[in-house]
């Protein structure tokens, strides 16, 4: 089976930084996909940032200039570097994948267990 492991998360101050990071493991084929999510209490989850194998990198326009995803292909693994966070950023954060176990498919998306990041004003 698959597990997304995320850590990174806490307690900062408004205009702090952290740095999440998400690794995939298990009998992995490829990875199509790897990106980050977040839910506030009360809100729906929504999309922060995603970055496809060979596509374009996409962030939520709300981070846009203040976060930035990377990703370690040898590693299986996501980062998301936070700056300039706002009380606003305050979410449970989620990292997702769309994995391929075997060559002829199909693509699975997988979630990890959600890393809650807390913004303090």
């Known amino acids: 089976q698959v597990q997304l492991v995320e850590s990174g998360g806490g307690l900062v101050q408004a205009g702090g930084s952290l740095r999440l990071s998400c690794a995939a493991s298990g009998s992995i084929f490829s990875i199509n996909n790897m990106g980050w999510y977040r839910q506030a209490p009360g809100n729906q989850r929504e999309l922060v940032a995603a970055m496809p194998t060979g596509g374009t990198t996409n962030y939520a326009d709300a981070v846009k200039g203040r976060f930035t995803i990377s990703r370690d292909n040898a590693k299986n693994t996501v980062y998301l570097q936070m700056n300039s966070l706002k009380p606003e950023d305050t979410a449970l954060y989620y990292c997702?994948?769309?994995?391929?176990?075997?060559?002829?498919?199909?693509?699975?998306?997988?979630w990890g267990q959600g890393t809650q990041v807390t913004v303090s004003s």
């Open positions: 997702s994948s769309i994995i391929r176990l075997r060559p002829s498919g199909p693509d699975y998306k997988y």
